[in-house]
T-cell receptor, first 115, second 113 residues
Framework: AQSVSQHNHHVILSEAASLELGCNYS??????LFWYVQYPGQHLQLLLK??????LVKGIKGFEAEFIKSKFSFNLRKPSVQWSDTAEYFC?????????????FGDGTTLTVKP | KAGVTQTPRYLIKTRGQQVTLSCSPI?????VSWYQQTPGQGLQFLFE???????NKGNFPGRFSGRQFSNSRSEMNVSTLELGDSALYLC????????????FGPGTRLTVL
């Protein structure tokens, strides 16, 4: 079974600071990787995803993530955060084909951006 | 396209009762998954249905069950409710291509008193 570890439980940044949220997974085979965001009072939304190809993926709102297979990592980055990025961020992994409907999530990282 | 819809959005029940939650997937999506979200345990996978069959199952007791109808709509049922079942229950749908994204609904907030 796969597992996902998010290193930071709570991150506090000032506006314009750079962001990097760590995500590591454990699974020896091929995986799909995701970052989701949950704004206060809203439902989970997809930020970006990696299935195959270029390990650097770009998502919405200026977010990007890099898949490093040798490190089993999929870290999320944003060069300059805004107050509106305050939210909870979840890293998730699933196994392609018949297990693609079963995602394993990390515990989440709460990001607070101070204006 | 309309997103994933879940009804009801809020429920209050007492211990020992049972509850049924409903999920309508995005049109054309045949896979429906359910997750439980709590502050202590985070997001945990309950089960997935595809073509009216349970395809994957998480580590939850048998009190948690589900089904899927021919139009892909899904329901989950929790019997003999316990205080610990209080949570946000999320439904997600996808097309079932090998590499596809799950799209989440707003969830049903269940409170067990």
């Amino acid at each position: 079974a796969q597992s996902v570890s998010q290193h930071n439980h709570h991150v506090i940044l000032s506006e314009a600071a750079s962001l990097e949220l760590g995500c590591n997974y454990s699974y020896g085979g091929t995986v799909n990787l995701f970052w989701y965001v949950q704004y206060p009072g809203q439902h989970l939304q997809l930020l970006l995803k990696y299935f195959s190809g270029d390990p650097l993926v770009k998502g919405i709102k200026g977010f990007e993530a890099e898949f490093i297979k040798s490190k089993f990592s999929f870290n999320l980055r944003k060069p300059s955060v805004q107050w509106s990025d305050t939210a909870e961020y979840f890293c998730a992994v699933n196994v392609p084909n018949t297990n693609a409907g079963k995602s394993t999530f990390g515990d989440g990282t709460t990001l607070t951006v101070k204006p | 396209k309309a997103g994933v819809t879940q009804t009801p959005r809020y429920l209050i029940k007492t211990r020992g009762q049972q509850v049924t939650l409903s999920c309508s997937p995005i049109s054309g999506h045949r896979s429906v998954s359910w997750y439980q979200q709590t502050p202590g345990q985070g997001l945990q996978f309950l089960f997935e249905y595809f073509s009216e069959t349970q395809r994957n199952k998480g580590n939850f007791p048998g009190r948690f069950s589900g089904r899927q109808f021919s139009n892909s709509r899904s329901e989950m049922n929790v019997s003999t409710l316990e205080l610990g079942d209080s949570a946000l229950y999320l439904c997600a749908s996808s097309t079932d291509r090998p590499a596809d994204t799950q799209y989440f609904g707003p969830g049903t907030r269940l409170t067990v008193l």
